[in-house]
Nanobody, 124 residues
């Protein structure tokens, strides 16, 4: 069993930055590929970024590539999402998720564990 807790969300103006954290407890964090997803009101949950077990491989959706950076610290059992140049369309609840797959994917069905989410609101 893995427990995931997100933090770092909030209200920010367009062009600003936020750093999300995902703290893990339970089974060994480095056994899991990790992902960030988001869900805006009335929309499906969508993939934002993913990172391999070691952190050596990172993957981004086209909508955030070049603005967001995913990272992890396996010694601290924590994953991060640095979000820069935020836009109003980035407004959503952001979730972290853990997968037994070797590499992260953009499919929610490949992730076994989910956090409760943290709200990010970007004002124009």
């Amino acid at each position: 069993q893995v427990q995931l807790v997100e933090s770092g969300g909030g209200l920010v103006q367009a062009g600003g930055s936020l750093r999300l954290s995902c703290a893990s407890s339970g089974r060994t964090f480095s056994y899991y590929a990790m992902g960030w997803f988001r869900q805006a009101p009335g929309k499906e949950r969508e993939f934002v970024a993913g990172i391999s077990r070691s952190g050596g491989g990172t993957y981004y959706s086209d909508s955030v590539k070049g603005r967001f950076r995913i990272s992890r610290d396996n010694a601290k059992n924590t994953m991060y999402l640095q979000m820069n140049s935020l836009k109003p369309e980035d407004t959503a609840v952001y979730y972290c998720a853990a997968s037994h797959e070797l590499l992260p994917t953009d499919q929610t069905s490949n992730y076994e564990y989910w956090g409760q989410g943290t709200q990010v609101t970007v004002s124009s």
